[in-house]
């Protein structure tokens, strides 16, 4: 069956350092993948969005990979802050009528 | 503010109770989805609707029923609640076409004793 596999211990950084987060997906081939923010009692927030056939996309201190013969994509947060701690979701998918498939998340604490 | 509203923010039912969980955009969104979100598990499917009128299963439907008869509404109605589904429920919304993003309400935490 398909699988997403996100760190599920939390992943301390120091701020103003680069944040990398990991998502693996088996058992699939998405087209796409979503990346969301999630704070505590919250509904995700829709972050960034990178299509196969993009290697890298970027939106400000954002960066997201997308590695298809690895099955993984990598979200880097460079000069991490504080404010940036937050749980952070992945969502492969195939295509564009599609249902999303969701990671656990993987929770970020920016330590001051 | 436009985006998705989602009612009640908490609920207790007792097992057997049914209720309607509440669900409007005013996006003029046409994909509409709801989530249910326990600990350490990612988001799951339970329903979804691609526009007004029509809806479909999504992972973990049983339990669960929906309507979509406007655009804007997606009310997600449990039948006969049961302890297993006290969770985190969320609904989102899209607009039609690739490369969208889901926008998200702020979810209602349900607790069935």
């Known amino acids: 069956s398909q699988k997403i596999e996100q760190n599920s211990e939390a992943l301390n950084i120091q701020e103003g350092k680069t944040a990398t987060l990991t998502c693996n997906y088996t058992?699939?081939?998405?087209?796409?993948l979503q990346w969301y923010r999630q704070d505590p009692g919250r509904g995700p927030v829709f972050l960034l969005l990178i299509r196969e056939n993009e290697k890298e996309k970027r939106k400000e201190r954002l960066k997201v990979t997308f590695d298809t013969t690895l099955k993984q994509s990598l979200f880097h947060i460079t000069a991490s802050q504080p404010a940036d701690s937050a749980t952070y979701l992945c969502?492969?998918?195939?295509?564009?009528?599609?249902?999303?498939?969701w990671g656990a998340g993987t929770k970020l604490i920016i330590k001051p | 503010n436009a985006g998705v509203t989602q009612t009640p923010k908490f609920q207790v039912l007792k097992t057997g109770q049914s209720m309607t969980l509440q669900c409007a955009q005013d996006?003029?969104?046409?994909?509409m989805s709801w989530y249910r979100q326990d600990p350490g598990m990612g988001l799951r499917l339970i329903h979804y609707?691609?526009?007004?009128?029509?809806?479909d299963q999504g992972e973990v439907p049983n339990g669960y029923n929906v309507s979509r008869s406007t655009t804007e509404d997606f009310p997600l109605r449990l039948l006969s609640a049961a302890p297993s589904q006290t969770s985190v429920y969320f609904c989102?919304?899209?607009?039609?076409?690739?490369?969208?993003?889901?926008?998200f309400g702020s979810g209602t935490r349900l607790t069935v004793v």
């Open positions: 989102a919304s899209r607009a039609a076409g690739g490369g969208v993003g889901y926008t």
């Open positions: 996006m003029n969104h046409e994909y």
């Open positions: 058992n699939y081939s998405p087209a796409y």
């Open positions: 609707s691609v526009g007004a009128g029509i809806t």
């Open positions: 969502a492969p998918h195939k295509d564009s009528n599609y249902q999303l498939i």
